[in-house]
């Protein structure tokens, strides 16, 4: 599975911004996609994930309410959406996918997710 991030860049405080990633590779999609960011000098961190089947979805609570996880399953893509950011929302962010049923329980961990994109850059100016 190949993934392919796409949207980041630089946005004033309080404005959205919309990050989408692309899977391809497998003709099946993944079942679970996820968004996980790095902020500078800092771990990466979960952001927001969401299953292929159900659409069950899944928020840190540092993002819960601002931003919205969705995917195209015909297109294998996943979306997020992010609205009134924050300059604490300045990170690299990465999407990640995992083809096998990944657990709620375990739907926060890096280590679910075996394909990881190459990281976009989001910063937020204040």
């Known amino acids: 599975v190949q993934l392919q991030a796409s949207g980041g860049g630089l946005v004033q405080a309080g404005g959205p911004l919309r990050l989408s990633c692309a899977a391809s590779?497998?003709?099946?999609?993944?079942?679970?996609m996820a968004w996980f960011r790095q902020p500078p000098g800092k771990e990466r961190e979960f952001v927001a994930a969401i299953r292929r089947y159900g659409g069950n979805t899944l928020y840190a609570d540092s993002v819960k309410g601002r931003f919205t996880i969705s995917r195209d399953n015909a297109k294998n893509t996943v979306h997020l959406q992010m609205s009134s950011l924050e300059p604490e929302d300045t990170a690299v962010y990465y999407c990640a996918a995992a083809e096998s049923h990944v657990i709620l329980s375990s739907m926060r961990s890096a280590t679910s997710y075996p394909y990881w994109g190459q990281g976009t850059l989001v910063t937020v100016s204040s």
């Open positions: 590779g497998r003709t099946s999609g993944p079942s679970t």
